[in-house]
């Protein structure tokens, strides 16, 4: 029999022994991990690889180890800075299950209190988010937080899938609380990350508490119109961190399209010439999104053709039917009323450029 080694121990651990009164129990016990071990001592059973994983996983069949969507690091990213601005804040406990790589050495002989021992990575059950962006902060600042946990011994894998599922469905004072930490919908994460990364063409762009100069759009409006941007059934399996790519890429190239429109960004709404900056401009190329986006996007492979987005983009911006004048043909055509509107014009220009394109080349080829 080989020996294990023991990597690291956790003090003042706590044993919790739950009994239904009719024979049944339920053992687990409580500890504090140092933000900076949590990387090494856990993973995360998944049933798809995360593009750029922030902490180790094992991917598995969703039938057996793999029961767990791949992490996203955007959400764990803006854990870590909740974490950095809220220091002070109550965070839930992680779930862990110990895949017999956890003991517990009581203080004394059934004493509730002692040391466990940790010989080997525990799957964490529930909070992989949470410790994700407590790794990301320690990574980052070298910031050491404590975590803490609850450790579940013993349970098989089925068993380890069903808590998982009990957790994610039933629980909702957790969820709900962490949801809101996180932005109440992957949606709102997503339009934080517009907001705030560096490299976003909408960096600052969105009104979060009070409006400022140079803000857009409210929040709320971002997270219906991200969800509108994602609405086409080519996206129905990517994850949120693909969604903020793309949606960055894409305004990068609306942006480069229409300069002179987007000159109103830094402007009053009064002094606003065009209809990109209003709410409208949100709504209108968000609906957009199904037919300049979803018809370049490859779903197998997850890439798109962005010089094809591109070069519809400036066709259309090159279009003398599609005026964005908040004085032209659109004057009436203003917020959920207009932005469809205008983009059932975007319809027919890249339509009717289609049927042009088509008509030429018959033309070429009975030449």
């Known amino acids: 029999m080989t020996d294990r080694r023991e990597v690291a121990s956790f003090p003042n651990a706590v044993r919790r022994l739950l009994s239904d009164g009719e024979g049944g129990e339920y053992e687990h016990f409580l500890c504090v991990i140092p933000s900076d071990r949590a990387s090494t001592l856990t993973f995360v059973p998944v049933f798809e690889e995360s593009k750029n994983a922030v902490l180790d996983e094992v991917v598995g069949d969703v039938n057996a180890d793999g029961y ?21 804040d109550l965070v839930p406990a992680v779930v862990l299950s110990a895949r017999n790589n956890w003991d517990f050495e009581p203080s004394s002989l059934d004493g509730p209190t002692g040391t466990l021992r940790c010989f080997g990575p525990a799957a964490i059950i529930d909070g992989q988010h949470r410790v994700g962006g407590y790794a990301l902060l320690y990574e980052r600042d070298e910031v050491v ?16 899938t069903d808590l998982f599922l009990k957790i994610n469905n039933n629980q909702k004072s957790v969820v709900s609380g962490l949801t809101a930490l996180l932005g109440r919908s992957d949606d709102v994460i997503v ?6 990364d560096e ?29 509108r941007t994602f609405s086409h059934g080519a996206f129905e399996d990517i994850n949120l961190d693909a969604k903020v790519e793309i949606l960055k890429e894409y305004w990068t190239r609306i942006i480069d399209a229409f ?109």
């Not at 690091?73 to 002070?88: D, I, Q, S, W």
């Not at 909408?202 to 508490?209: A, E, G, H, M, P």
């Not at 004085?327 to 450029?353: K, M, S, Y």
């Open 199 to 227: 490299d976003s063409p909408l960096k600052d762009r969105f009104i979060i508490v009070r409006k400022r100069l140079g803000n857009l759009w409210n929040l709320k409006s971002v997270e219906k119109n991200v969800a």
């Open 68 to 88: 767990q969507r791949p992490g996203s690091r955007v959400r764990m990213g803006h854990f870590a800075k909740y974490l950095e601005t809220n220091p002070l």
């Open 191 to 196: 339009g934080r990350a517009l907001n705030e």
């Open 259 to 367: 300069p002179e429109e987007w000159e109103d960004a830094d402007k009053r709404p009064r002094e606003m010439y065009y209809k990109l900056c209003e709410l409208t401009g949100l709504i209108t190329f968000s609906l957009a999104a199904a037919d300049i986006l979803a018809p370049n996007f490859e779903v197998l492979t997850g890439v798109m053709n962005w010089p094809k987005v591109e070069d519809e983009l400036r066709r259309l911006s090159d279009d003398p039917r599609f005026d964005l004048r908040k004085d032209g043909p659109f004057e009436l055509a203003t917020g959920e009323v207009g932005g469809p509107r205008i983009h059932r014009r975007i319809q027919n220009v890249l339509a009717e450029q289609v049927r042009g394109d088509d008509l030429h080349g018959e033309d070429q080829s009975d030449e």
């Open 145 to 160: 937080r404590p975590i803490e946990a609850v450790v579940v011994p013993g349970l098989s894998l089925q068993a380890e």
